[in-house]
């Protein structure tokens, strides 16, 4: 039998309401759209797709940092989305999230030691002895650096401290939303080894979000593909052909890390259509090359193969 997933993402929706005011009514508009995706303990999913696609939105709605519109997140047997404040907070025990960011997302005023010391005194918890030297032992920082401060490191060894935080707490599940994005290519490689060794012997689970289809092909176990809030596409491992017209694109464009070139993809034309008035049939539409009549009045649900399933009528 196989073990129950750690993690049950169900129909997930965010919306967001922007722009109402005096005479205004305010535009809604689909951050996130019916997401649904189970993570097995161990595993590393990643999350692939354009900025503004919904990446960001996802992972603050699976660790529940923001509420949804609709949908469930289970973490075990526990209803995330359902728990009442107390027990939300000692569910987050359990999970942790990396951001892109290390300059933002870190304190300048505390040293090291005083950032490590936060997840404890959050959750109200005795920091053990010798923990602050473990964690950034863990993450290949010496002690030594407990007492520096955030702006006296390098962007590659603030980011082992963003990933040393979130392990503090031992947690189980990590998101870790672009993690590598603002660091050099060289330094990205260092982060990716540590990611990997850290799942290996924590037996850590990853959910990894990038706009770089090539690192995460080369990290991940399972693909996730995101076009306008909605997943488009599961690839079951790095190698699996791309089905969905979209993924095809990503992965013929070489869908690369530059950010001045994230929105256009090499080999398509026509508009990605405004989030906040989405066609009714097929969000791709007017910019696939395999598009009929029925893309454009019918919407394909994400069905098909269960181990690879795609959103499209007329899939590789
Ligand atoms: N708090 C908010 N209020 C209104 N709109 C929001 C909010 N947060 C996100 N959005 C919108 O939701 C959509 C998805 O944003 P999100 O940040 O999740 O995208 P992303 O895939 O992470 O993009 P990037 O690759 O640039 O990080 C965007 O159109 C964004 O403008
Ligand atoms: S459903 Fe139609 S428009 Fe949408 S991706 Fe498939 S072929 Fe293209
Ligand atoms: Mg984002």
Redesign the pocket.
Do not use: N, W, Y
């Given at each position: 039998m196989t073990p129950p997933p750690l993690i049950r993402i169900e129909a997930l929706t965010?919306r967001?309401?922007?722009g109402g005011g005096f005479l205004k009514r305010p535009r809604t508009?689909m951050?996130?759209q019916d997401v649904s995706l189970s993570i097995a303990r161990g595993e590393v999913v990643g999350v692939v797709?354009?900025?503004?696609?919904?990446?960001?939105?996802?992972?603050?709605l699976v660790l529940r940092l923001?509420e949804p519109t609709s949908g469930r997140v289970l973490l075990g047997d526990s209803e995330l989305t359902a728990l009442p404040p107390a027990a939300l907070r000692a569910a987050r025990k359990r999970m942790a999230m990396v951001f892109?960011d290390p300059y933002s997302s870190l304190d300048p005023r505390y040293s090291l030691a005083e950032v490590l010391a936060e997840p404890f005194v959050v959750q109200r918890r005795a920091l053990p002895s010798g923990a602050v030297a473990a964690m950034l032992a863990a993450v290949g920082l010496p002690e030594t650096l407990a007492t520096s401060h955030p702006h006296q490191l390098s962007g590659g060894q603030r980011q082992r401290v963003g990933i040393a935080r979130a392990l503090a707490l031992e947690p189980e599940f990590l998101v870790l939303?672009?993690p590598t994005a603002s660091l050099d290519v060289s330094i990205q490689a260092q982060i990716i080894d540590l990611l990997a060794d850290l799942r290996d012997r924590l037996g850590l689970t990853y959910l990894f979000?990038s706009?770089d289809l090539g690192l995460v092909r080369y990290f991940c176990d399972r693909i996730v593909v995101?076009y306008l809030?909605a997943v488009v596409e599961v690839l079951p491992h790095a190698d699996a052909a791309p089905r969905h017209p979209y993924t095809r694109a990503l992965i013929d464009s070489g869908f690369a890390p530059d950010p001045a070139r994230?929105r256009t993809i090499a080999p398509l034309t026509g508009e990605i259509p405004s989030?906040f008035a989405l066609p009714p049939g097929c969000a791709f539409a007017g910019r696939c090359p395999r598009a009929t009549d029925r893309c454009r009045t019918d919407r394909p649900a994400l069905g098909g193969d269960a181990a690879h399933p795609v959103a499209c009528f007329h899939p590789h």
């Open positions: 965010r967001f309401e922007t508009m951050a996130v797709g354009e900025s503004g696609c919904g990446k960001s939105t996802l992972a603050r923001l892109q939303d672009e979000i706009h995101m809030g994230r989030p």
